[in-house]
């Protein structure tokens, strides 16, 4: 996955967004002559693989960027693991519940149930984007940073397609 951090802006657009565009263009015509339970599994295994590729570019990113981080920055790679690893299970436990319930009951009340879980997964990932932002420019700066530092590089992660394209040649300078 290492690999990963070397690419091209293009090449990391194409495997981690073009890709599963493709996939799913390609894909639907076939789909859409299938019983409504057999399209809703294959867009739930979809949509994790597409999930599980950004979210192991972002753990291969936030990984080594911390061994290249300075002393004095606060940054704790325990908690980045933890909250990458929460929100891998919980993607992999909610696609299977939703898998179930759209299937058998639509209409759940079940949804209230994982209703926290959900919000947690959401802080999991702005989480690790605040790791890899402040990260990102800790390293680039060789100094602890504070938000209005690093504030850009965490928008250009939350709109990862457009942010991309800024965010992998600072990443091969590093790196290479």
Same mark, same amino acid.
């Not at 967004?17 to 867009?43: K, N, R």
């Not at 994982?114 to 702005?126: K, Q, R, T, V």
């Given at each position: 996955?290492?690999?990963?951090?070397?690419?091209?802006?293009?090449q990391i657009f194409l495997i981690l967004i073009g890709l599963p565009i493709?996939?799913?263009?390609?894909?639907?015509?076939?789909?859409?002559?299938?019983p409504i339970g057999i399209v809703i599994a294959y867009m739930i295994v979809?949509? #994790?693989?597409?999930?599980?590729?950004?979210?192991?570019?972002?753990?291969?990113?936030?990984?080594?960027?911390?061994?290249?981080?300075?002393?004095?920055?606060?940054?704790?790679?325990?908690?980045?693991?933890?909250?990458?690893?929460?929100?891998?299970?919980?993607? #992999?436990?909610?696609?299977?519940?939703?898998?179930?319930?759209?299937?058998?009951?639509?209409?759940?009340?079940?949804?209230?149930?994982?209703?926290?879980?959900?919000?947690?997964?959401?802080?999991?990932?702005?989480?690790?984007?605040?790791?890899?932002?402040?990260? #990102?420019?800790?390293?680039?700066?060789?100094?602890?940073?504070?938000?209005?530092?690093?504030?850009?590089?965490? #928008?250009?992660?939350?709109?990862?397609?457009?942010?991309?394209?800024?965010?992998?040649?600072?990443?091969?300078?590093?790196?290479?």
């Amino acid at each position: 996955m290492k690999a990963l951090l070397r690419m091209n802006s293009w090449q990391i657009f194409l495997i981690l967004i073009g890709l599963p565009i493709l996939l799913e263009i390609g894909t639907v015509p076939v789909f859409l002559s299938q019983p409504i339970g057999i399209v809703i599994a294959y867009m739930i295994v979809f949509i #994790l693989v597409t999930v599980f590729l950004l979210v192991g570019w972002a753990m291969t990113l936030g990984t080594n960027l911390h061994k290249k981080l300075p002393k004095n920055t606060k940054l704790k790679i325990g908690l980045f693991k933890f909250n990458i690893g929460y929100f891998i299970g919980y993607q #992999l436990l909610f696609g299977a519940f939703m898998a179930y319930v759209m299937t058998t009951m639509p209409e759940s009340p079940l949804f209230l149930l994982i209703f926290p879980f959900h919000l947690y997964a959401m802080f999991c990932g702005l989480y690790a984007m605040y790791f890899i932002s402040k990260a #990102l420019v800790s390293v680039e700066k060789q100094e602890d940073v504070d938000y209005n530092q690093f504030g850009g590089v965490f #928008l250009m992660l939350l709109f990862f397609p457009i942010g991309i394209w800024f965010l992998q040649p600072r990443i091969q300078k590093i790196f290479k």
